[in-house]
Nanobody, 122 residues
């Protein structure tokens, strides 16, 4: 059974930093691209970043230059380092991983699961 657990959220002031973690189990993580999404209250689910199995990264324009995604294959964990946080970064953050053995992303729909709340005060 594939499981993803997000952690590391919290409340910070504008300009602050947080590092989110996504701990995975049940899949071959070192061969799995991973993505981060976020959903602010009442808003749609937005893609934030993706990191490929070889460490290639891409970011939404809204976070480019401020957020950095990384991975530690030995720990089956992905990370999202968020710097220079803004009020508009306030959202629940979710991770998602591609399971190559099953040929599909998990969860199937973004912004599903526990997530971790990030609140930025201005």
């Amino acid at each position: 059974e594939v499981q993803l657990v997000e952690s590391g959220g919290g409340s910070v002031q504008s300009g602050g930093s947080l590092r989110l973690s996504c701990t995975t189990s049940g899949l071959a993580f070192d061969d799995s691209p991973m993505a981060w999404y976020r959903q602010a209250s009442g808003n749609e689910c937005d893609w934030v970043s993706t990191i490929g199995s070889i460490g290639d990264t891409s970011y939404a324009d809204a976070v480019k230059g401020r957020f950095t995604t990384s991975r530690d294959n030995a720990k089956n964990t992905g990370y999202l380092q968020m710097n220079s946080l803004k009020f508009e970064d306030t959202a629940v953050y979710f991770c998602r991983a591609y399971d190559r053995r099953r040929g599909s992303w998990f969860p199937g729909t973004p912004c599903r699961g526990q997530g971790t709340q990030v609140t930025v005060s201005s």
